[in-house]
């Protein structure tokens, strides 16, 4: 259950412990923020079914392999998180919450298997009312449904906010979300030397010099600013 500028809420998964279920958690700690379902929510994505595939960013281009993210070209966005099974398709059947927040329910299928038909989403609409009304009393029973909300919320946009520029922090933003320097052209509609002229000044000014390190900076500010 996705809510703005506070951590999801694991409400369930189907895997054995191991990998795959740290995975889940780590991704409920700390790679949520880069996900791209959490981003389309984040603008305003409508109640539905959804491939994975069609709300990454175009354009990725994965950087070396890190500690905490691992940028793998056989996945839909470009990088899993430590443990999560390759090779998986996705789709991703969200419905409103009150109060603003969302419910995911992710399904995923082995893309060397054949991954999802063509047709998938469309066969499992006419169950989205039904997901979408025990999605609601599912979390309207939840000890945290009326928990006190988080004062101040976490954003993508507050990561470095007070070393970079307004224009290199929109870099960083979308590096970080998976785009190439090409994509950041086209999604800013400025000229490819300026995104790298910006990539490079935010990098220097973050003491880093690789993608790696700026997922790594960006997990461990991340981190701290969850701290009580």
Do not use: C
């Amino acid at each position: 259950m996705n809510r703005k500028g506070q951590q999801p809420v694991l409400l369930g998964d189907t895997y054995a412990a191991g990998p795959a279920k740290e995975a889940v958690q780590l991704y409920a700690r700390s790679t949520y923020l880069l996900n791209p379902v959490y981003n389309a929510f984040l603008n305003g994505l409508p109640q539905g079914i959804y491939a994975m595939a069609d709300l990454a960013p175009d354009n990725w281009r994965p950087a070396q392999d890190g500690p905490r993210v691992l940028p793998d070209q056989s996945e839909e966005i470009g990088y899993r998180t430590p443990g999560w099974p390759s090779g998986l398709q996705e789709l991703s059947l969200v419905v409103d919450l009150p109060d603003g927040a969302m419910g995911e329910i992710s399904f995923a299928h082995p893309a060397q298997k054949g991954g999802f038909s063509k047709d998938a989403a469309s066969r499992l609409e006419p169950f989205l009312a039904l997901y979408a009304l025990a999605f609601r009393k599912l979390w309207s029973d939840h000890p945290l449904h009326n928990a006190p909300r988080q004062i101040t919320p976490l954003r993508l946009a507050d990561f470095a906010q007070d070393a970079l520029t307004a224009r290199e922090s929109e870099v960083v933003q979308l590096i970080l979300q998976g785009h190439s320097s090409l994509s950041i052209s086209l999604t800013l509609g400025i000229a490819l030397p300026t995104v790298k002229s910006h990539r490079k000044n935010a990098y220097t000014k973050l003491g880093i010099s690789t993608q790696q390190q700026l997922f790594s900076a960006f997990l461990t500010w991340q981190a701290g600013a969850n701290l009580p």
